[in-house]
Nanobody, 124 residues
Framework: QVQLIESGGGLVQAGGSLRLSCAASSRTFSMYAMGWFRQAPGKEREFVATISRSGGITYYADSVKGRFTISRDNAKNTVYLQMNSLEPEDAAVYYC?????????????????WGQGTQVTVSS
């Protein structure tokens, strides 16, 4: 069992930055690929970014490429999402998730464990 706790959400003006963190309870954190997803009101949950278990491979949704950076610190059992140049369209609840096997994946069904989410609000 892996418990994931997100933090770092909040209210920011368009063009601003936020860094989300996701702390994992498991000592086997380094065995999981990690991902960030988001869900805006009335919309489906969508993929944002993923990182391999070593951190050497990352992949982003086109909508955030060049603005968001996913990273991880396996010594701290934590994955991060640095979000720059935020746009009102980025407003959503952001979830981190852990996928067994360690390889990057964009499919929500590949992720076994999910956090409770953290709200990001972007004012225009």
């Amino acid at each position: 069992q892996v418990q994931l706790i997100e933090s770092g959400g909040g209210l920011v003006q368009a063009g601003g930055s936020l860094r989300l963190s996701c702390a994992a309870s498991s000592r086997t954190f380094s065995m999981y690929a990690m991902g960030w997803f988001r869900q805006a009101p009335g919309k489906e949950r969508e993929f944002v970014a993923t990182i391999s278990r070593s951190g050497g491979i990352t992949y982003y949704a086109d909508s955030v490429k060049g603005r968001f950076t996913i990273s991880r610190d396996n010594a701290k059992n934590t994955v991060y999402l640095q979000m720059n140049s935020l746009e009102p369209e980025d407003a959503a609840v952001y979830y981190c998730a852990a996928a067994p096997g360690g390889s990057i994946t964009v499919a929500p069904s590949d992720y076994r464990y999910w956090g409770q989410g953290t709200q990001v609000t972007v004012s225009s």
